[in-house]
């Protein structure tokens, strides 16, 4: 690689960073999307149960969310360089694993482990770009970085769909594996190594041990809440297990010498108000996402893959706005496209409500494409609003705690909106059943067949499956849409906390300066490579 040093210099070092923290980004956030539509084939082929293809997709996002803030701080200690290619390694060698498992056992566990690499890789995404770029550029990177998001996850159900139906469902896992050795090299060739030069290199064992705890207690709680029941002894204990966990996380964090989080970062309000908004913008992404998803197959009947394609025109306002939204985050500061982009999140949602069981995907696509015109005026300027809230040498827990807040935003999205969505369907259902001689019991199989997808939940009604089939559909629609309506209100409140806690553009900046000699170790200034 030496006899290419010549390519990058100090003017365009930058943009190869960017260039080599979106490889990562890309595969990290294909990985969310890109296996739901290989299911049934992983089904077929491994004797799969349903569990385990729940845990298929739930180990990844379980040790992603649980794991951020634990790989923010690793980076702030060891070097953001050196955990981020350690997380490459582990995510590439784990996507490896998964694409040769022979069982359903060793898959989860495959996918489990791809988590903690992706969990060691994304915050460095962001650190890294923070490091590179002055204040007055973020904007304009975290945009390009939030569109490679949203292009990644349009991109996985279209490419997850096309490798499942012509090659294998094992093709999905193994091209992260270029992708991976791309991001490494692009990393060994541009990226300065960086760290937090104002704390030592011990590691708050008891912190990691008690957060990783409280966390993993509370994302299980919400993945499993719907199928479970909320007010089942596990979903109790859970519940109550993190939340005396994350208060004793608080006491752990004010005792140790070197904190895994710093608490005094959620005193900045700027920081403060894009956690929040992380947390909301995730909560309506998700939750749409899931149930539109159920939507267009369920009652539109469209295959997989035609589903996943027509998400494309959302995310393809995510990828052509983001970067857009960052530069103007740069000139006229975050509050007013944060507060306009989740109203038009919240409109967006609201226009779900009246979609029924005779709508076509015509009367879809403009709520489609307000929803990514509000995404893309949200997160990057989010993104860097956060970002220069925080000194620079903190800027690998501070991505950390923002990606947590991302993570278990959509996984409180989902679950909420599935219980908002069960709650009212089984109502529903019952009301629209009522006399037809379909008994309680076989109402409420029927109404979590809805929520669940499967067209299993008609089986042994017998003669009455034409009417049954009808009333499912329409209490499919009409508890979606007042599901919907919900998420909305939530963006809406998540748009007034933008408008009155983020700082204008004149006083948001950080006292910090951005490119403090502090911000990069000694081995950066020789190159450290």
């Known amino acids: 690689m030496t006899r290419y040093r010549h390519l990058i210099t100090d003017e365009n070092r930058k943009w190869w960073t960017l260039g080599a923290m979106c490889f990562a ?32 997709i739930n180990g990844y996002t379980l040790s992603f969310a649980v794991l951020l803030a634990t790989g923010g701080r690793l980076g702030d200690i060891f070097g953001r360089r050196r955990m981020f290619l350690l997380g490459v390694v582990v995510f590439a060698l784990t996507s490896a694993t998964a694409g040769l498992a022979p069982s359903q056992t060793a898959l989860v566990l495959s996918r489990v482990f791809q988590g903690v690499g992706a969990a060691l890789m994304m915050p460095g995404t962001l650190s890294i770009i923070t490091d590179a770029f002055p204040p007055h550029e973020r904007g304009k990177a975290m945009g390009t970085w939030a569109g490679v998001s949203g292009m990644a ?8 769909g096309l490798l499942t139906e012509h090659v294998s469902w094992r093709a999905i896992f193994y091209i992260n594996i270029p992708v991976a050795v791309g991001a490494v090299l692009a990393t060994l060739f541009a990226v300065r190594e960086s760290r937090d030069t104002s704390v030592g290199r011990e ?79 995730t909560f309506a992404m998700m939750g749409v996402f899931f149930f539109l998803a159920l939507y267009m197959q369920n009652i539109l009947h469209y295959t997989p893959l035609e589903a996943g394609i027509r998400f494309l025109p959302s995310t393809a306002m995510i990828v052509a706005l983001a970067p857009i939204a960052g530069r103007l985050s740069d000139r006229c500061g975050p509050r007013w496209l944060i507060a306009g982009g989740l109203t038009v999140v919240a409109i967006s949602l609201y226009s779900f409500h009246d979609i029924g069981v005779d709508s076509g995907y015509g009367d879809l696509l ?42 278990v935003g959509g996984s409180l999205g989902v679950a909420v909106t599935g219980a908002i969505f069960q709650s009212l369907a089984s109502s529903r259902l019952s009301e629209l059943l009522a006399g037809s001689g379909v008994s309680a019991a076989e109402r409420e199989r029927i109404a979590d ?9 008609l089986a042994g009604v017998g003669g ?46 950080h006292p910090a300066p951005a490119d403090a000699p502090a911000a990069s170790t000694g081995e950066a200034a020789a190159g450290g490579r």
């Open 449 to 457: 067949g809805l929520h669940g997808g499967g067209s299993e939940a």
């Open 203 to 281: 590691v708050d064992v008891p912190g990691v041990a008690v957060l990783t705890g409280a966390l993993t207690a509370l994302v299980l709680a919400l993945i499993e809440g719907n199928a479970w029941g909320w007010g089942s002894p596990r979903i109790v204990l859970l519940l109550v297990g993190a939340a005396l966990g994350l208060a004793a996380f608080a006491v752990v964090e004010r005792r140790v010498k070197a904190p895994i989080v710093q608490f005094e970062l959620l005193s900045d309000r700027n920081f403060l108000a894009a956690v929040v908004v992380a947390l909301i913008i």
């Open 25 to 56: 980004l890309f595969m990290i956030m294909l990985d969310n999307t890109v296996v739901n539509v290989a299911l049934p084939s992983i089904q077929r082929d491994l004797d799969a149960s349903i569990s385990g293809l729940e845990w298929t």
């Open 153 to 160: 996850l349009a991109v996985g159900p279209v490419l997850g």
């Open 366 to 407: 403009p709520g489609f494409m307000m929803l990514g015109i509000g995404i893309a005026l949200t997160m990057s300027p989010m993104t860097s609003a956060a970002m220069n809230a925080v000194p620079v040498q903190k800027a690998g827990v501070a991505s950390g705690v923002l990606s947590m807040f991302r993570m």
């Open 464 to 509: 009455a499956a034409g009417a049954v089939q009808d009333a499912a559909a329409e209490a499919f629609v009409y508890a979606l849409g007042n599901a919907m309506s919900v998420s909305a209100a939530i963006a809406l409140a998540g748009s007034a906390i933008a408008a009155v806690a983020i700082r204008s553009r004149r006083d948001s900046a």
